[in-house]
């Protein structure tokens, strides 16, 4: 068994526990050169996404022994891309970061439901200044959309049910899902829009939802409705966005996703009224974000060595 590894965040707990599980040789690949050179007679290749490029894909292409692709990334846009050996079966890591996700979404939501950018716009000014009182709002009893209903998307449904919202999941195919109180397919979307007080985007990039929150979908939104990005940049139009705050199309949005990444200091976006926007940290949870990767990733490589089923699989023909 031989096995490539990439890792950055987290990577001192995911060697350790590659390396208690690994009966063969482990390669720490730190630049795209070293994985390259390995990856012709791997087993396995364990890397986040963002490394992923035409040239490992092409390297991989030539590795007959190549079954398995296990990201450590949730998302999978560089792989979709450039492509995968048809006889390895590729996984991503979103189980691993659902909770600091789901909980960076509600924290964005939350702040801009309860108005604390004005709070501490005012701050600095000593200014006891209540004007914005009769825009506070809360999930309770309000409705939430969240599309994408993968391990992050269902946690941020968990975390909206508790606190009371009534959540509408969307997906591909409308089946029902247990995490939320309504379910439709993604081919319905705008018929629930004009619904939603609050959105939360925790759906993979892909060509299907390149901008699928585009100037129409936002007119269609309530003007009171908020809207969180933690998925990908590109899942929204962004120009039409800044153009919907600008407008007063909808109340606000928090985005920790943008397209491209960083995003450009001249972008208007940087300067949209009531908009939240943190630098794609969400993920971020200290010594816990490397744990659950090495226990994730541990896993599914231990359930491919004995030849049993491995977990998180995703569809990259999707």
Known sequence: MKVVLHATLGKTAIVERLRAIVQGELVIADDPA?????????????????????????????????????????????????????????????????????????????????????????????????????????PAKATAVVIGLGPIGQEIARLLRAFDAHVIGVNRSGAAHACVDETIAISALNDVLPRADSIVLALPLGPQSRHLIDARALALCKKSAFIVNISRGAVMDQMALTDALKSGAIAGAAVDVTDPEPLPPEHPLWDAPNLILSPHVSGACGPLAGERLADLAGDNLLRFMKGEAVSHVIDLGA
């Open 34 to 138: 070293t994985a390259i050179a390995a990856l012709p007679d791997a087993d396995a290749f364990v890397g986040t996404d963002f490394f992923y490029s035409a040239e490992l894909a092409s390297a991989a292409a030539s590795a007959p022994r190549l079954r398995l692709i296990q990201l450590l990334t949730a998302g999978y846009d560089r792989v979709a891309q450039f492509g995968a050996p048809a006889q390895a079966t590729v996984c991503n890591a979103g189980a691993a970061y659902a909770p600091a996700v789901a909980t960076h979404a509600l924290a964005l939501l939350l702040a801009l439901q309860r108005q604390i950018p004005a709070i501490l716009a005012d701050q600095p000014r000593h200014a006891w200044e209540r004007g914005f009182a009769p825009r506070l709002t809360t």
